[in-house]
């Protein structure tokens, strides 16, 4: 949602903050701009992609050190050039990049206008700027006073990168509600809205917190907050590796993404589970075993794919640890007063660790009492350090807007979390434990063959990519995998899709099935394996396209669908996992089929940092 990034250092700013936008272009890609200091401020932005505004600059030589750039995913104001970053004051000597949302611009704007500014965009960011100006120019402040004062009158969230021409070696960095890392090098600084910009230059990160105005200067910087009060930076070493932020010869990121999952889930099982022993272990939430061995209930909040890792979590936390779980849409909980104390466990799933919903519903959560624990795959995200303790997904950086790996790790987490509360309140006997965990240490490998069905799954694609519709159908933990098909299909191929409990589908989806209708059914030969080839049948009585996901060993479903992708035999604790597999592919392949831009797909933004 926006992506922002800064430079000053002895390189060429502009190739610094192009390549860094290219790395944050999946937080938004409707517009980008940049502005740099040469004489004066030079600034240049276009509606479009970064590569469209690599057009605009060809003809200008960029001899600069120091700059600042930003990747649009509009809120306040159309996705238009004047809309886009960076804006100015209105003497053009202060720029400024924002990610965020100015809640109370409209009055902070009425004010500036009786005082005679002027504004030449719909944007909250212009009012910000303005009043950094007008605040500069009538008491004298220095710049980072100047942004302090401003930022104090702001209500909403922010993370914010200022340039003034007056001030040409200096770089003021604030946040409050939106991510902002600094990344320290020699004689150079690197600011962003995540590290992925900042990763092949140097291994040193400062994750700035909320209220903190960084001033960055070529030869060292200083933090403050919103009181003025000094704060003393923390260097982290990063982990992230470059190539992972490459296509690595895929078309798309999407497609690396989804067959790298063989890795992503055996990082993320790696040190926490031990099938010899037939045990789990989850450092980062040990310290709190004799709470959970006592709680009895589990409040699960997120959004998007995650919401939808979090009815897994809903189905295997109960059948094994007989613990009563709730899964909520963050976005509802934090408004609907819900009912929780200091007894109950909220878990909040986020991949990015930055969702506006889900951290406000993590605030409530600790309001109310709960201990929070956050499933996060983005280290030091803003949700793994709000949260009293939490599980790291440790995907690697997903940058394909769809989740792929990043849900199929949340779903992994989830399953091992459900194995540690069994093992922890003795629900689940040892032998039978030792079993499940034998199964899941196989995860990745199973991953690897259900992977082979990709040429399979094209052609598939081919068959049915000129639907208009497609209704997604499981059972029990199936169930959140056909909300997932569903989902990844019509967000990169556009094509309208519902997800359904199968056995719902006789109230109401039904009406839909005629022979230009494709009914995707993930049909394991598991508890409800019966129950769901009657299903299938009833879809076929009227005439609709069956694509079936079942086990190798099936023998009845591929008498009546039109079309089996098959997965390995395991056991039903997997199937979420191994029967999303097919699903992203198919999504994959019908989207590229029809032309779509499968890594940015329109409208959408990978982090939403905004309600
Ligand atoms: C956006 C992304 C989804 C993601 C959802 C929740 O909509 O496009 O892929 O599932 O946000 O994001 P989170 O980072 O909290 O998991």
């Not at 886009?84 to 004010?111: D, Q, T, W």
């Not at 690197?190 to 990763?199: G, Q, R, Y």
Request: glycine fraction near 8%.
């Amino acid at each position: 949602m926006c992506g922002i990034v800064g430079y000053i250092g002895f390189r060429d700013a502009f190739s610094v903050l192009i390549k860094g936008l290219h790395r944050l272009e999946y937080r938004g890609y409707d517009s980008a701009g940049i502005a740099v200091i040469e004489d004066g401020i030079v600034g240049f932005k276009k509606s479009g992609k970064v590569s469209d505004l690599e057009k605009v600059c060809e003809q200008h030589i960029f001899r600069s050190r120091i700059g600042i750039g930003h990747t649009r995913w509009a809120t306040h104001g159309a996705p238009i050039d004047c809309n886009s970053h960076p804006h100015y004051s209105e003497n053009g000597k202060l720029a400024i990049v924002h990610n965020g949302i100015i809640e109370n611009y409209h009055s902070i704007k009425e004010a500036l206008l009786l005082k005679g500014h002027t504004f030449s965009s719909d944007t909250d960011t212009e009012v910000l700027i303005h009043l950094i100006d007008e605040i500069k120019t009538k008491t004298n402040l220095d710049l980072q006073d100047a942004v302090r004062a401003a930022l104090r009158k702001v209500v909403g969230a922010y993370a914010i990168l200022v340039l003034d021409e007056d001030n040409p070696g200096r770089l003021i960095a604030a946040r409050k509600g939106s991510p902002l890392v600094i990344g320290v090098g020699n004689n150079e600084y690197f600011v962003a809205s995540d590290a992925t910009p900042i990763a092949e230059y140097t291994r040193n990160i400062i994750y700035l917190n909320d209220n903190d105005v960084a001033c960055v200067n070529y030869d060292g910087l200083s933090i403050v907050n919103l009181n003025n009060i000094v704060q003393v930076p923390f260097i982290h070493e990063l982990e992230l590796q470059i190539d992972i932020l490459e296509k690595g010869g895929y078309p798309h990121f999407m497609l690396k993404e989804i067959f790298e999952q063989p890795r992503s889930i055996r990082d993320c099982m790696r040190g926490r589970l031990y099938p010899d022993e037939g045990r789990i272990a989850l450092g980062g939430i040990k310290i709190y075993e004799d709470f959970l061995k006592k709680v009895n209930r589990i409040i699960i909040v997120s959004c998007g794919s995650s919401w939808h890792a979090g009815l897994v979590g809903e189905y295997l936390i109960e059948k094994y640890a007989r613990v009563s779980v709730e899964v909520e849409y963050a976005s509802e909980f934090r408004y609907r007063h819900p009912v929780i104390d200091q007894h109950d466990l909220v878990i909040a799933i986020s991949q990015s660790g930055e969702t506006a919903d889900t951290l406000a519903a993590i605030e409530l959560a600790k309001k109310c009492g709960a201990t929070v624990f956050g499933i996060c795959n983005v280290v030091g995200s803003s949700i793994a350090r709000n949260t009293d303790a939490g599980i790291y997904t440790h995907a690697g950086p997903e940058i394909g807007v769809a989740s792929t790996k990043a849900f199929t790790a949340q779903v992994t987490i989830i399953t091992m979390f459900a194995f540690y509360m069994a093992q922890l309140k003795q629900t689940i006997s040892k032998n039978h434990l030792k079993e499940h965990l034998a199964e899941l240490n196989l995860l990745p490998e199973l991953v690897e063959l259900c992977l082979h069905c990709d040429d399979k799954v094209k052609k598939i694609a081919e068959k049915i990519k000129s639907s208009n519709n497609c209704i997604f159908l499981g059972r029990g933990s199936a169930f959140p995998v056909a909300l997932e098909g569903a989902l990844k299909l019509k967000e990169i191929s556009y094509i309208h899709a519902e997800g359904y409990p199968a056995a719902e589908m006789k109230h109401g989806p039904i009406a839909l099935i005629d022979e230009d209708m494709p009914v995707v059914f993930i049909a394991t030969n598991h508890s409800s394996y019966e129950k769901v080839i009657s299903n299938i049948q009833e879809v076929k009585a009227r005439k609709g396209v069956v694509i079936a996901i079942v086990s190798e060993s099936d023998t009845q479903v591929n008498k009546i669908a039109d079309y089996i992708i098959e997965i390995p035999e395991i056991s039903e604790f997997l199937v979420p996992t191994l029967a999303s597999i097919p699903l992203q592919l198919l999504a994959y392949h019908i989207a590229v089929s029809r032309g779509c831009n499968v890594d940015q797909p329109r409208n959408l933004a990978k982090s939403v940092t905004v309600e």
